[in-house]
């Protein structure tokens, strides 16, 4: 307002920027009402009032801007009762029957003296354990803290690296040349491939990287029953996100969360993907996403809504292909550092496991254990595991990743549009399956 006090507008300012500090607002208040301001002086009382219930400074102090006169001496008055005649008095007036007004029972008073006996009953918000409404609400988030996971602990994969490395991870690391070419603390990156390739790794590697907090979101943390619950559960998220920033938001399933809208029935689903794009663009929030990571994982970005993969939103997307030789040798290690092998050839095994996803290796390494267990049970000794297990186990199990690339190269053939899907099509030709 132009007539106000240079005061009154760093306080407003300052109030703005604390809203939830209870002492700083009252203290606005009582300068709007020395200032004249009833009207504002009750509305901060308010604001308050719902921070702090019960409180009595901004309980008088609401009263005082409303013009309710004061309550005189709300403490002595149980103190002085016994010592006059309290008990024969209220015995000797007649009930109703005289028409006579009886004076009216002190409330505020009574509540004055008693509020720090008996605490309120039920919290304003019933999601937040400490009654403070909206910043109770990151407890209902599991928001992990930086991990010691980086890029380094992925096996192989070095083409994914490096084009993480050169369109995610490079501008970030380097704040002077992020601020030269005006590149913003924030970035969307969608990760598609066959499943069990390690997408949901690679985001945790992503999120060590930067030393960021990291927030896994699904479809089951998001839907709801209740109408407007959903598009709430998403915003509730990015705030959670923003207020632990900077902070690796994981979208899992994005196919799930954000389905083409032309193709779903469902209102309440086409609601939670606008609530979704609205809180890409930070919209709902006036500090935008600055320092929010979102990562996506699908298997299918061909279902995913294409107003999510526009420019500013998830516009970077990589390529997450099945581990190559180098990835596939480190993670069948991994799977089988802790059982009891014996002279078992990595090289043939890594060879005999081309296009095997990390979800498939793992189930080769089972299945050659369970083999070995058995032998050992019928025969009462034990044997150890041998590249013989592994290689029999491996023929026995047909790639998860083939259903998979054979409905992507249709994708890629004939629905490329803006090539989407360069990249997969150029592996397709190199590995002559078009």
């Keep these: 307002m132009a007539d106000e006090s240079p005061l009154i507008r760093s306080l407003r300012a300052a109030v703005a920027a604390a809203p939830g500090d209870v002492p700083l607002r009252l203290h606005f208040a009582e300068l709007l009402l020395s200032d004249g301001r009833n009207d504002e002086a009750v509305a901060e009382a308010a604001v308050a009032l719902q921070h702090a219930p019960g409180d009595a400074d901004a309980r008088a102090l609401m009263m005082r801007a409303m013009g309710v006169p004061p309550v005189t001496t709300p403490v002595e008055k149980p103190v ?54 909206a910043a109770g609400d990151a407890a209902a988030w599991d928001v992990d803290a930086p991990g010691s996971v980086r890029l380094a602990d992925v096996g192989g994969m070095e083409e994914v690296k490096d084009r993480l490395e050169a369109a995610f991870l490079a501008p970030m690391r380097n704040p002077e040349l992020r601020r030269l070419y005006g590149k913003s603390l924030r970035g969307g990156l969608l990760l598609y491939g066959p499943p069990g390739c390690g997408k949901t790794f690679i985001a945790r590697a992503v999120a060590g990287e930067l030393g960021a907090n990291f927030l896994t979101v699904s ?22 996100a923003r207020r632990q920033a900077p902070c690796v938001v994981f979208l899992d399933e994005l196919d799930a969360l954000g389905a083409k809208r032309s193709r779903t029935h469902h209102s309440g689903l086409r609601n939670v993907v606008n609530q979704l794009l609205t809180e890409l663009d930070g919209i709902a929030s006036g500090a935008g996403n600055e320092g929010v990571f979102v990562l996506a994982a699908t298997n299918v970005p061909w279902d995913v809504d294409i107003a999510l993969r526009r420019p500013g939103r998830l516009d970077r997307t990589l390529l997450v292909l099945p581990p190559d030789a180098t990835a596939r040798e480190s993670i069948l290690r991994y799977h089988l550092r802790e059982r009891p092998i014996e002279a078992v050839d990595l090289g043939k095994l890594v060879k005999a496991t081309e296009d095997f996803s990390g979800a498939d290796l793992a189930h080769v390494c089972e299945t050659a254990a369970e083999a ?14 041998t590249t013989k297990d592994l290689l029999g186990a491996a023929k026995q199990i047909k790639p998860s990743t083939e259903p998979w690339f054979a409905a992507a190269r249709n994708v890629a053939m004939f629905a490329n549009e803006g090539g989407l899907y360069d990249d997969l099509l150029a592996h397709l030709k190199r590995k002559r399956k078009l």
């Design 372 to 385: 070995a267990l058995l032998d050992s049970a019928r025969s009462g000794s034990v044997r150890l595991i």
């Design 80 to 133: 002085e009762k016994p010592v006059e005649k309290p008990v024969e008095k209220p015995v000797e007036t007649p009930p109703d029957t005289s028409g006579a007004a009886r004076p009216s029972f002190d409330w505020d008073a009574a509540e004055q003296q008693v509020q720090d006996l008996v605490g309120p009953r039920f919290l304003e918000d019933p999601q937040a354990a400490d009654g403070e409404g």
């Design 219 to 240: 479809l089951s943390d998001v839907l709801d029953m209740w109408i407007g619950a959903s598009e709430k559960n998403i915003h509730d998220i990015f705030e959670t």
